[in-house]
Every structure is written in structure tokens, then in C-alpha cells.
């Protein structure tokens, strides 16, 4: 069973950065696609970003493009999320997912139903 940690929320001011970090459990980590995933209150959770095992492929959701910046570090069995911009509506709590069994390192995946292992969550929340 591989465990997945997120961490890394907190409060910031409007046009702050944040960096959310994600440690997963494994031996195959550079197999698994990982994706960071957003409950705001009294909304569904929505996908943010995915990102390869490999590193090669990645997509934002179009709300984020251009100010959140997802990496991993497959040596540490840890993935990122730079968030930058924030904006008030990125208010929500942060779930980073790993699929584990990927057609292939360069794989992406875009549906929450799609990860087998999800972290607790981490609270962002961006006052105006």
C-alpha cells in the first residue's frame, strides 16, 4: 500500500506564493503519475495539475496555467507544487494523488477516480 503526505498550506496574501510538498511511499515512484487535486468549501473537488512518472508530460487545469508549476524529484520520492499568484478563489484544501499503476512512465491522468493513493489534504487559504 503506498502512503502519499502532503504538506506544505497555509495563509498567504493575495499575490503570495505557496509551495505544497507531496511524499509518497514506494519503490517505483518514478512510475507514478502524480497530480494535485483541490476541494474549495461546499464545491466537488476539482483536478489542479498531473504530472508523468518521467517528468515528460504535465496539464493544468486552465485556471492555474501560467501561475502554479508542478515538479518532482524521483530520487526523493517527492513531488511539488509552486503556486504563485495566489489568488482568493485558490482557496481550498489541496489533495495530492499518486496512480501507481501507469500504463507507462510518460503517462498522464486526469480524473481523481484514476488514483489509487491520496494524501489528507493540506489547507491554502489566500486572503484578499
Known amino acids: 500500500q503506498v502512503e502519499v503526505v502532503d504538506s506544505g498550506g497555509g495563509l498567504v496574501q493575495a499575490g503570495g506564493s505557496l509551495r505544497l510538498s507531496c511524499a509518497a511511499s514506494?519503490?517505483?515512484?518514478?512510475?507514478?503519475?502524480m497530480a494535485w487535486f483541490r476541494q474549495a468549501p461546499g464545491k466537488e473537488r476539482e483536478f489542479v495539475v498531473t504530472?508523468?512518472?518521467?517528468?515528460?508530460?504535465?496539464y493544468y487545469t486552465g485556471s492555474v496555467k501560467g501561475r502554479f508549476i508542478i515538479s518532482r524529484d524521483n530520487a526523493e520520492n517527492t513531488a511539488y507544487l509552486q503556486m504563485n499568484s495566489l489568488k482568493p478563489e485558490d482557496t481550498a484544501v489541496y489533495y495530492c494523488?499518486?496512480?501507481?499503476?501507469?500504463?507507462?512512465?510518460?503517462?498522464?491522468?486526469?480524473?481523481?477516480?484514476?488514483?489509487?493513493?491520496w494524501g489528507q489534504g493540506t489547507q491554502v487559504t489566500v486572503s484578499s
Open positions: 494523488a499518486a496512480k501507481t499503476a501507469t500504463y507507462s512512465s510518460s503517462s498522464i491522468y486526469l480524473k481523481s477516480i484514476d488514483y489509487d493513493a
Open positions: 514506494g519503490r517505483t515512484f518514478s512510475r507514478y503519475a
Open positions: 504530472m508523468s512518472g518521467d517528468g515528460s508530460r504535465t
